[in-house]
T-cell receptor
């Protein structure tokens, strides 16, 4: 109930491609869904976040799509660049508490 | 505003020893959470402190403990270290209870247990 599932575990795309990372949850009390980006040796950094009353949110080249009925959300990276190579975590929280993280997706963008 | 800071950044200990890690949250943030990150297990929630009280606790043995001070700074202690405790320990702070609260992470403390 508290888990957030994330797929794929790893992803390789060519520069300019559009990697898509998917997450799913069970707990309908979750009301905030952030995505984090982590580079080796660094802590995760907030990338973009969405609330369940919105179906899509864009910030620069990053887009979150949210499907409340399916309890799924995904991250799309437009025009991906080698500098986007990192590990991406989706997360969910309930009223600002009980953050639960997905297992992470290691993205490699080839030049 | 300065970000979340963690000290030390790297630590090497031997089995059986104990260790204390420190976290200073972003100014004004009252919630501090601790996570253990390992390659095989991802981000595992340890505990969360809010206004000096432990509010939530993950599924870790009692060897892992923490506390929060009146200035919101937090410490995490691991006693009787085991090889499996080698990990990156991350601290994250957030403002208060709200549905759009975001956690901001520090750079982590890399603990190696030999």
């Amino acid at each position: 109930q508290q888990q957030v599932k994330q797929s794929p575990q790893s992803l390789i795309v060519q520069k300019g491609g559009i990697p898509i990372i998917n997450c799913a949850y069970e707990n309908t009390a979750f009301d905030y869904f952030p995505w984090y980006q982590q580079f080796p040796g660094k802590g995760p950094a907030l990338l973009i976040a969405i609330r369940p009353d919105v179906s899509e949110k864009k910030e620069g080249r990053f887009t979150i799509s949210f499907n409340k009925s399916a309890k799924q959300f995904s991250l799309h990276i437009m025009d991906s660049q080698p500098g986007d190579s990192a590990t991406y975590f989706c997360a969910a929280s309930e009223s600002g508490q009980n953050f639960v993280f997905g297992p992470g997706t290691r993205l490699s963008v080839l030049p | 505003k300065a970000g979340v800071t963690q000290t030390p950044r790297y630590l090497i200990k031997t089995r059986g020893q104990q260790v204390t890690l420190s976290c200073s949250p972003i100014s004004g943030h009252r919630s501090v959470s601790w996570y253990q990150q390992t390659p095989g297990q991802g981000l595992q929630f340890l505990f969360e402190y809010f206004s000096e009280t432990q509010r939530n606790k993950g599924n870790f043995p009692g060897r892992f403990s923490g506390r929060q001070f009146s200035n919101s700074r937090s410490e995490m202690n691991v006693s009787t270290l085991e090889l499996g405790d080698s990990a990156l320990y991350l601290c994250a702070s957030s403002l208060e209870h709200s549905s759009t609260d975001t956690q901001y992470f520090g750079p982590g403390t890399r603990l190696t247990v030999l």
